[in-house]
């Protein structure tokens, strides 16, 4: 697995790095301005951070190497498969105070976070695809939380969008690897060139990294083989 495009990243300081400007928008966030619709279809602010939350049950079970329990706790709930997890997490907290489950999600996040960077780059992880290195587990979380931060307009500093851009992209050159995306990519002086089957198009990295999350707008100009072929399966 060639992980090259991640060399001088720290996925550590990277996701606490998201997991602070989640934590600082949520403080913020009243009233109305939770139920208003997210980028991700179907799902408001709040849903957003009942998903966040309810993605700590699995990051827990791996990191207790519990992932058989996981698995009862979802047998009992009638939970078969990602999506239906996902939705589950949302609608079994629908009904809690937002407080609540803010504090539910920086309690088990902290924790979560606290814990991967004590096991350390080097180590790895039960996942539900096997064991996994926990350096690059860390860098899923990461992109999950900027990516999902841009669902829910998180604010991003002007002096920190391009870094953060530029990380982004580097790990969706990984992310497109490790997957065996068709795709080819060139890195250029101001972003990326990308090739399939005779057609390229150029993108910026903030551009590149919402492609490899399925997170471009539905406007946008890249040809849809391409868009398809940067982004993970639907």
């Known amino acids: 697995m060639d ?14 790095a998201e997991a602070a400007r989640l934590d600082a928008y949520f403080t913020v966030l009243d009233g109305a301005e939770w139920d208003v619709p997210s980028r991700d279809e179907g799902w408001s602010r709040r849903d957003v951070l009942a998903h966040l939350a309810g ?14 329990g996981f698995a009862a706790e979802m047998e009992r709930a009638g939970v078969q498969g ?25 309690r088990k996040n902290g924790d979560t976070r606290r ?10 992880l039960p996942t539900m695809s096997g064991p996994y290195p926990v350096r690059l587990q860390t860098f899923h979380y990461a992109v999950e939380y900027a990516t999902h931060g841009d669902d829910i307009d998180v604010p ?13 992209a580097r790990f969706g050159l990984f992310a497109l690897a490790e997957r065996g995306a068709p795709v080819e990519v060139a890195e250029l002086p101001d972003g990326y060139r990308v090739s399939l089957d005779g057609v390229s198009a150029d993108l ?17 100009p890249l040809p849809p083989g391409l868009r398809d072929a940067l982004g993970p399966a639907a």
């Open 204 to 220: 910026s990295p903030a551009e590149f990294a919402d492609a490899t999350v399925r997170r471009l707008p539905p406007g946008h």
């Open 55 to 68: 993605e700590e049950l699995y990051n827990h079970a791996c990191l207790n190497d519990d992932l058989d």
């Open 3 to 16: 992980e090259s495009a991640l060399d001088g990243l720290d996925p550590f300081d990277i996701l606490d």
């Open 115 to 124: 814990r991967m960077r004590a096991l350390g780059p080097a180590a790895t």
């Open 82 to 106: 990602l999506d239906e997890f996902n939705a589950w997490s949302v609608e079994t907290r629908r009904g809690l105070p937002v407080a609540e489950v803010v504090a539910e999600w920086r």
């Open 156 to 168: 991003v500093a002007p002096d920190e969008r391009a870094a953060r851009a530029a990380w982004r």
